[in-house]
């Protein structure tokens, strides 16, 4: 008996264990535009509706610089040019693996030109 209470407690633990999706992040578009495809590392969140949010839920990890991701959000805007991205610098970037994110995601413009940026959402 004792086996059968030992096989059923490591079935219903363990799964929650090794499949990880603790993770949620939410993104608000504060940049003023309504945002299309947005994603960012290998991450997609879609199309972004200006002073709106999305949630993105069943991640198994994400890389943070400080207390933002790693990798900017990349979108584009009607009517505005998107150079290119720069590369990320991943010193000292840590992989969390469980939690809620909430991020503002903002807009960087010269000109006719942007990159989008993120922020803690306060």
Request: proline content about 4%; some cysteine; charged content about 20%.
């Amino acid at each position: 008996m004792l086996k059968v209470v030992l096989y059923i407690t490591i079935s219903l633990v363990l799964p929650s264990w090794s499949l990880g999706q603790n993770i949620k992040v939410i993104a608000f578009n504060k940049t003023a535009y309504a945002l299309d495809s947005v994603s960012f590392h290998q991450h997609y969140l879609g199309n972004i509706p200006k002073d709106s949010a999305v949630v993105l839920s069943n991640l198994n990890e994400i890389v943070m610089l400080g207390d933002v991701p790693l990798h900017r959000p990349v979108g584009s805007i009607d009517g505005k040019n998107r150079p290119m991205n720069l590369l990320e610098c991943g010193t000292k970037s840590k992989k969390k693996k469980e939690g809620v994110f909430m991020f503002d995601i903002l807009i960087y413009e010269t000109g006719n030109e942007y990159r989008l940026y993120w922020r803690k959402h306060e």
